[in-house]
């Protein structure tokens, strides 16, 4: 089975400006979770898609929002880039089902705001 | 809110001795999970082992095993025999029953010399 996919790997925007970052999840699972890695903050909860309807949500502001397609495929977007949302993005896949279950993760989309 | 720490911001160890991360976390549940998540340049988070803390015995994952101690709320990782291969960042992590979001600790960056 192909692994998590996130794309692209590197993105260089400035500020203003805003960006989509797209995950392909390990076929079959069903729930997409995204987190943001920062040296300062560390790895913070962004949201968790499940059969295209969030179901959990971390505590960042509205310009952070995401989706999910029938495929399971999703997507991040953040508008109205600032300095302060250069991060790697991590994607995590998973069925979906029991709460301890293990979560999958992509190598992460590296976002650089200048 | 739950809360994870990693005091130890680095550790190194000789290949092939043993060493044993720290974790202690916070919370006022009494059923949750606890993981330990490595990663390494490629920047792919791989889960390494958890544990449901309903249960006394210690997670075990061939050279890799936990002392869970629920009453101090500490979770520390040992790893056995260490390789090459082990150096990267771990991070512990915490997450409720009821919810999907992972908090995770700041990390520990793990070296191994030849």
């Known amino acids: 089975k192909a692994g998590v996919t996130q794309t692209p790997r590197y993105l260089i925007k400035t500020r203003g400006q805003q960006v989509t970052l797209s995950c392909s999840p390990i076929?079959?699972?069903?729930?997409v979770s995204w987190y943001q890695q920062t040296p300062g903050q560390g790895l913070q909860f962004l949201f968790e898609?499940?059969?295209?309807?969030?179901?959990n949500k971390g505590n960042f502001p509205g310009r952070f929002s995401g989706r999910q397609f029938s495929n399971s495929r999703s997507e991040m977007n953040v508008s109205t880039l600032e300095l302060g949302d250069s991060a790697l993005y991590l994607c995590?896949?998973?069925?979906?089902?029991?709460?301890?279950?293990?979560?999958?993760f992509g190598s992460g989309t590296q976002l650089s705001v200048l | 809110a739950q809360t994870v720490t990693q005091s130890q911001p680095e550790m190194s160890v000789q290949e092939a001795e043993t060493v044993t991360l720290s974790c202690t976390y916070d919370?006022?549940?009494?059923?949750?999970?606890l993981f330990w998540y490595k990663q390494p340049p490629s920047r792919q988070m791989i889960l390494v082992i958890r544990q449901e803390a309903y249960k006394q015995q210690n997670a075990t994952e061939n050279r890799f095993s936990v002392n869970f101690q629920k009453a101090a709320k500490s979770f520390s990782l040992k790893i056995s025999d260490s390789q090459l291969g082990d150096a990267a960042m771990y991070f512990c992590?915490?997450?409720?029953?009821?919810?999907?979001?992972?908090?995770f600790g700041s990390g520990t960056r793990l070296q191994v010399q030849p």
């Open positions: 995590a896949s998973s069925s979906g089902g029991a709460t301890n279950e293990k979560l999958f």
């Open positions: 919370t006022s549940e009494s059923d949750y999970y």
């Open positions: 076929s079959g699972h069903r729930s």
């Open positions: 898609y499940f059969s295209e309807t969030q179901r």
């Open positions: 992590a915490y997450k409720d029953t009821g919810r999907r979001a992972l908090t």
